[in-house]
């Protein structure tokens, strides 16, 4: 794909209509529409409760929509049964989280080849890509050292390292310098930008200005589980493709 290409591609996420109702309480997301494209960084922000992590949970498939559609690379997520969404999660999904959620007893290349095993991939095809993304992210070295030693930026890099490993179509982060000291924040911020800047779409909750101010091609803003606002950012996407797809 060309920058001056027309577009008339499809969204990779395509979001029409979407309503989530709970047990209680007002709606946690009213007929909300949004489509994000192919290499977009998209920043969602908004105050506490105001629907960022429902709508997380509804692009990634861990939850439905109360009506409306939601579609994500091709696939109607919110139509998925349990078995294919946990697929679904698997094959074109990247997930990071506040606390890394890395598992303490396994090294950090057993972490990074767990998606892999998960779809079946070949052994020494997912070592070579485990080694290539623990190169390219900087932190090689700790390839055989267990999380636990690692400082947070390292374990959040980890933590993004497995979640590119079967090279998802998106890569969805929940506050992913919720955790982390100014510098390790700041470490997160340029690789996020880095991956963007080869071609990786990433849609990110969070509260972090900076993080969004500095990893950002577009923000969205929610209150009360609406779009209030839809900006674009500063930073502009430079395309392309290396280890991210
Ligand atoms: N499982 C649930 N059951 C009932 N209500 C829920 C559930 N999950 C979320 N809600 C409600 O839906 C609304 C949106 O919640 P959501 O977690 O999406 O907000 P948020 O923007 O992620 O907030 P925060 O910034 O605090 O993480 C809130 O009113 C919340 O109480
Ligand atoms: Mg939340």
Request: with cysteine.
């Amino acid at each position: 794909m060309t920058p001056s290409a027309p577009s008339i591609t499809t969204p990779l996420i395509d979001i029409r209509e979407v309503r989530k109702e709970y047990d209680d309480g007002p709606p946690a997301l009213v007929d909300l529409s949004l489509t994000v494209a192919a290499g977009e960084a998209l920043a969602v922000l908004g105050p506490s409760g105001s629907g960022k992590s429902t709508l997380l949970n509804l692009i990634a498939g861990l939850d439905r929509p109360t009506g409306g559609t939601v579609t994500v690379d091709g696939v109607r997520v919110d139509r998925l049964g349990e078995t294919a969404s946990a697929r679904y999660r698997r094959e074109r999904i990247g997930m990071v989280f506040q606390f890394f959620n890395l598992l303490d007893d396994l090294t950090v290349t057993d972490n990074v080849l767990l998606p892999a095993q998960l779809v079946g991939a070949g052994r020494l095809q997912a070592r070579a890509r485990a080694a290539e993304l623990l190169e390219h992210l900087g932190i090689a070295r700790h390839a055989q050292a267990y999380p636990g030693r690692l400082s947070g930026g390292e374990r959040q890099r980890v933590a993004v390292a497995r979640a590119l490993m079967n090279r998802p179509a998106l890569l969805l982060a929940d506050e992913p310098t919720g955790a982390l000291d100014t510098a390790s924040g700041a470490e997160v911020r340029e690789l996020i930008n880095e991956l963007n800047d080869e071609g990786q779409t990433i849609l990110l909750v969070t509260h972090d200005l900076a993080l969004a101010g500095a990893c950002a091609t577009r923000t969205v803003e929610l209150v009360d589980g609406r779009i209030a606002r839809d900006t674009p950012g500063t930073r502009r996407t430079r395309g392309g493709s290396a280890v991210a797809r």
